[in-house]
């Protein structure tokens, strides 16, 4: 049975239902976890300390002009014909949506590398985990411009991307709004159960898909407020939806939390770029975040190549 055969269950697309009611009732949080394989949070973050990382993150935006003029500090306008005069493939992240210079100049904010820390969202965890938790160093800030090289984010799982524990959680959340028409993240409700995906590779962020199956039709997606979170464990399948606002930046990060003591792959451990973390922490203010998983007793997993040699897909 294929998706398009006439007897395969309809396509079904709702709304992220809101956990918030559910933090503070640790077996019902982690009964929806383990039934849905999402999370959805609104106004998680606080709305200053987002705006606050919007702004340095659109800082670097006007600093390589692409930027439309005549905006307040917090819009996201993108003026196309100057993005898209970075047309050297080698030195643009089409991962992200920026030159790899812009990205390192967002890579060295501290604040980027702050926000994750916020107990707001590190209580989810501990909720759901019920044990310490450790958050990756590694975070991922997707700066998604109308550029020409980018296609939206395919459909896949994180594990064989991140590896480690299969209990690492993906937080997601736009800095600032982020409509669906903005490109939002979706996820295939319940498709955690199926662990690991035999992958193809695809264009896009991280370079990896799985097909769709014919039971693969319960979609959760919405419209984000800024400060909503999405969260998911790493066997889940999701993709980013098409940008439509074509002259509009996406910001988001890509945050993973797992519980302290269980395997952690050691890029995990890495930054998000070619920088080393001592060129990435030299203009910080604060020295608390620098290195601290160095002081946690981990427990480290070796990168296995398997995960994401290209198989062929039996639904
Ligand atoms: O933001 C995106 O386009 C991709 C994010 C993603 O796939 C993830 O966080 O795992």
Redesign the pocket.
Known sequence: MTATDPASPAIRKTLFVDSTPLISDPAALRARAAEDGYLFFKARVPTDELFALRRDLLGVVDKYGWRQPGQDELGGAIDREAINQCTDRAAFRDDIGVSTAAYHDAQKLERLHRLPHHPRLLEIYRVLFGRDVLVHPRH?C?M?TPHQFMT??PL?Q?FPLIQGTGNTW?C?FPIGACPRAL?S?TALQGSHKRGYLPIQQAAG??GITVPLCSYDNHWVQGDFEAGDVLTFPSYTL???LRNELKDQIRL?L?VRYQPVDEPVEAKSLLPHCDLAWEEIYAGWKNDDLKYYWRKLPLQMSDWDDSYLKPARRIC
């Open positions: 991922i997707r998604i939206p984010t896949h994180d993906t997601w490109g993240l962020a991280g999701h993709k980013a988001s890509d």
